[in-house]
């Protein structure tokens, strides 16, 4: 299974991005997924996790900005973020929530102040 992780760029603090997630081979929805970020030096910290049947959790840090979602027909994973801060820069990757495949290459969000 290949993780491939899209979407993200430099923004202005306050502004949105939309990440997106692609998984192919051979996956199954019946997995909890998630986002994940991580700067360096610091360990990767859960951002978001969704259900197979689609309900969402959040982190703390991402609660009422962030929101996950996934099509489990088209193996994506969505998640868009509004009201975007300097403090969510980072590389942001997704995977199941226990990290079962291996992790891509993720994709850099730079917020800028």
């Known amino acids: 299974v290949q993780l491939q992780a899209s979407g993200g760029g430099l923004v202005q603090a306050g502004g949105s991005l939309g990440l997106s997630c692609a998984a192919s081979?051979?996956?199954?929805?019946?997995?909890?997924m998630a986002w994940f970020r991580q700067t360096p030096g610091k360990e990767r910290e859960l951002v978001a996790s969704?259900?197979?049947?689609?309900?969402?959790n959040y982190a703390d840090s991402g609660k009422g900005r962030f929101t996950i979602s996934r099509n489990n027909g088209r193996k994506m994973i969505y998640l868009q973020m509004n009201n975007l801060k300097p403090d969510d820069t980072a590389v942001y990757y997704c995977?199941?929530?226990?990290?079962?495949?291996?992790w891509g290459k993720g994709t850099l969000v730079t917020v800028s102040s």
């Open positions: 081979g051979r996956t199954s929805s019946s997995y909890v």
């Open positions: 995977n199941s929530i226990t990290g079962h495949w291996p």
């Open positions: 969704i259900t197979t049947g689609g309900v969402p």
